[in-house]
């Protein structure tokens, strides 16, 4: 019947348009002073609000970005060149669809005032070019207001590329060299005396060197320069690593250090599959200003270096892999409050176990209220709450975190109560069960799923957030990430987002693999 | 055995749905209720076993007030009195045997049964009301994952659970096909032939209660309006369907009768 009604109206509506109000002319003309009011005068309220609304919000917008924009010129003549001179394009762009808009308000206000029809006869429509215009109008200020630069995105994005290359692989940055230090020094006496120094001890696992013999004489040069080589020493060493490098020095009695060569080039041997190896190297021509006649002792030194040892984690990983652990565990400390105080809460705010009394109805509705109020502040909001309330640390972020859950939480939960049926509760009773039992056989099975589907989305939520949530000092890896990015340390940087994302897809779908099996 | 005086129900908002309704179960019967929707059907089984408790009127069950028997005595009483309804009422998430077992709640200990003990002589009952049925094979399945018909005779197992003396069904073939409503309605009447238990039944299909009922009364409005015989209702006048039914009700060939 209703239905019929209206459309009865509507088709005469059809053949009878409302008569203007206002002829063209003079809806024109008001709507030139104010736009608008020509559209208004003409019973079209809503439209001609909506223009005026967005013509004078264009105007403050306008207003603003020019004061922004030169705001020491002392007249709105001069500020308006003076912006328009820093932004030619832009406030050019408004200041002409500002006009536009205008004068398609006056023009449109005087069709609409027009009693005419269109071709098929049917009444005035209203355009909506008209609106396009003040959406399009409405975006170009948010483009400068937000300050979007495309150009700069281009022009500057190789600055870029450097970090985002280390962020994108940081890996390099994960694991480093032990550096192990592996050496073993003879003593050899020059010139060689009756009672020349006894060989090195062996001592089993440690490097050992053994020059052979323990004496002899050092190159030398003779009165014309020509080099006379000195006494051959073999070098017998064990106990380095196997299949590497060792490289030789010369040590002389005032511990001054050199590595050896031999004929120019750095002398090195290959320690064999036993980790040993046997060379000869003949003695060092060595200006030292040691007493004639008297013997002196040097040393050999067989040593390996540089990163022969084991690949090991760097610091950057180990702490990542710590403060993800941390991160984990903050989001499922979180959940696990969470859910805990919002089990209680969220029978507070169920509508059908509340519905008793003016009092039970009344803590619902304060209940409710304060839960959305919650929910609405965002947990980085309340992280920063807690920080100044516990400190900097996991333990403030787990405060945030639970107290955006308790709320969301409990709202969920108590949809869920509020969607429990009736009908298993009667039927049980109806056996003659006690109300526990009730509960425990009726209630407690149609809870499980959505509690059990709820605290895993809850919790997949609160890790995801905790990796955030430290940004702002509330602990886990979001507090390193932040530090590796002041420190423009970006492969550090890179291996916690990488942590971060692996973590999160990971959780992602454990948590909907969960859910689907409980729904 | 059952003896309901006066009873009156009267809803929170209002709303009157028994109005000082009178009668008797004797053992052994299959009394029928027949009645327009809303006329208080639904009202009056819930409130013999005390779902809904009575604004006026006596129940006695075995001379037993049932309107005021305290906690423990009303479940004595209710565990006594098998219940089934047009929606099944089965908690879904559990398994059939799980919703078979809670028949059985109101005689075992409380504390045990919290976590799901029963005793062997318990479980045993259960396997054998879910033979009865034909249900075994679905004894581990949720109850959920079964069709309307098989969730009934889940109720009835259920119902059994209890070694009740009377079942009270709520329109319990509503939601079921037709010849579902014979193989549901045939275990009742097995029951109540070869177990000797009462049966208090509403329906809503004439030719259903000329097959089964031994007795039928008829509600209108809250009143009783109307108390026969097997023969009664197989010889049945329109004038009185309609003083049943309302004006608008037609008696259709297949027996159906038309609801509002
Ligand atoms: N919880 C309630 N609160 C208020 N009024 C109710 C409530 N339950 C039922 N009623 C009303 O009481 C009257 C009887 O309802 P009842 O459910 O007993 O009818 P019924 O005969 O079982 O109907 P149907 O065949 O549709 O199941 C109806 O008018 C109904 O609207
Ligand atoms: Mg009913």
Not at chain 2, 153 to 173: H, T
Not at chain 2, 175 to 193: C, F, T
Not at chain 2, 213 to 232: H, M
């Amino acid at each position: 019947m209703a239905g019929r009604n209206k459309r009865n109206k509507q088709e005469a509506g059809r053949r009878e348009p409302p008569p203007p109000l206002v002829r063209p002319a003079a809806a024109a003309v008001a709507s030139l002073l104010v736009p608008g009011l020509g559209q208004i005068l003409d019973r079209l309220v809503q439209r001609g609000l909506l223009l005026l609304g967005s013509v004078v919000t264009i105007l403050a917008m306008l207003g603003w970005r020019i004061s922004v924009l030169a705001h020491r010129e002392p007249t709105a003549w001069a500020m308006l060149a003076k912006a328009l001179a820093r932004r030619p394009f832009f406030i050019g762009l408004i200041l002409a669809c500002l006009v536009g808009l205008w004068v398609w308000i006056v023009a449109d206000a005087a069709r609409l005032a027009r009693p005419v029809r269109d071709s098929r006869g049917r009444p005035r429509r209203g355009g909506f070019g008209i609106f396009v215009l003040v959406l399009f109008t409405f975006f170009a200020l948010g483009w400068q207001v937000s300050q979007v630069d495309p150009v700069r995105m281009v022009t500057e994005f190789p600055k870029a590329l450097t970090p985002l290359g280390r962020v994108v692989w940081p890996w390099q940055a994960a694991v480093v060299r032990e550096t192990v230090d592996r050496q073993a020094s003879a003593e050899v006496q020059t010139p060689c005396t009756d009672n020349p120094p006894p060989p090195a001890v062996e001592k089993p696992g440690q490097p050992f060197l053994l020059a052979d013999p323990t004496c002899g004489e050092l190159s030398a040069l003779d009165t014309a320069g020509t080099l006379l080589p000195g006494s051959t020493l073999t070098l017998t060493g064990r106990g380095f690593a196997p299949d590497s490098e060792v490289k030789l020095y010369w040590v002389d009695p005032l511990g001054n250090e050199f590595q050896l060569r031999q004929e120019g080039r750095y002398l090195s041997v290959q320690a064999d599959g036993r980790g040993a190896f046997q060379t000869k190297v003949i003695m060092p021509y060595r200006l030292f200003p040691g007493n004639p006649g008297e013997s002196s002792l040097h040393q050999v030194v067989a040593r390996q270096i540089a990163s022969l040892g084991r690949l090991r984690a760097s610091e950057p990983l180990l702490l990542t892999i710590e403060r993800m652990v941390e991160t984990i565990f903050m989001g499922m400390m979180a959940t696990l409050f969470g859910i805990l105080f919002a089990i209680p809460v969220s029978f507070l705010a169920a509508r059908n176990l509340m519905s008793g009394s003016w009092l039970t109805m009344g803590i619902y509705y304060a209940v409710r209220t304060i839960m959305n109020i919650i929910r609405a502040i965002e947990p980085l909001i309340w992280a920063l709450i807690a920080v100044v309330w516990v400190g900097l640390g996991p333990f403030a972020g787990i405060i945030a975190l639970t107290v955006h859950s308790v709320a969301s939480l409990g709202k969920l939960y108590s949809e869920a109560i509020e969607g429990i049926d009736a009908g298993p509760i009667e039927a049980v009773e109806a056996t003659g069960a006690t109300r526990l039992q009730t509960i425990m056989y009726a209630v407690v099975p149609q809870m499980i799923a959505p509690f059990v589907s709820f605290s895993i989305y809850r919790w997949d939520i609160n890790v995801r957030m905790s990796t955030i949530i430290g940004l702002v000092g509330g602990g886990g890896i979001g507090f390193l990430l932040v530090q590796y990015i002041r420190l423009l340390d970006y492969r550090a940087a890179g291996i916690a987002v990488w942590f971060i994302a692996v973590t999160v897809a990971v959780l992602d779908y454990v948590s909907a693999e969960i859910r689907a099996k409980f729904v | 055995m059952l003896e309901i005086q006066n009873l009156t129900k009267i809803y929170p908002d209002g709303t009157v749905a028994l109005r000082q309704v009178s009668f008797t179960v004797e053992p052994g019967e299959f009394l029928v209720i027949i009645g327009l929707s809303g006329s208080g059907k639904s009202t009056l089984l819930r409130c013999i076993n005390r779902l809904i408790d009575p604004t006026e009127g006596t129940i006695r069950w075995d001379g037993t007030d049932v309107t005021a028997a305290e906690s423990a005595e009303l479940r004595r009483i209710r565990r006594q009195i098998g219940m089934i309804f047009q929606q099944f009422n089965l908690v879904r998430r559990s398994s059939v045997l799980s919703n078979v077992l809670a028949g059985r709640l109101g005689y075992v200990r409380p504390l045990p049964s919290l976590v799901h003990s029963f005793p062997a002589a318990d479980r045993e009952l259960a396997w054998k009301a879910l033979q009865r049925v034909g249900l075994t094979e679905q004894a581990a399945k949720q109850a959920r994952e079964l069709s309307g018909g098989q969730q009934q005779r889940v109720g009835i197992a259920r119902a059994l659970m209890q070694q009740p003396r009377m079942i009270l069904a709520d329109e319990p073939v509503a939601s079921l096909d037709p010849v579902l409503a014979h193989s549901i309605l045939g275990y009742l009447e097995e029951l109540n032939r070869l177990d000797g238990i009462t049966v208090l039944c509403s329906l809503h299909y004439l030719d259903l209660v000329q097959r089964y009922a031994t007795r039928v009364i008829g509600l209108r409005e809250g009143r009783l309006v109307y108390r026969g015989t097997k023969e009664d209702i197989r010889r049945m006048t329109d004038a009185q369907f309609k003083e049943i039914y309302g004006e608008e009700a037609v008696r259709t060939s297949a027996g159906l009768q038309g609801r509002s």
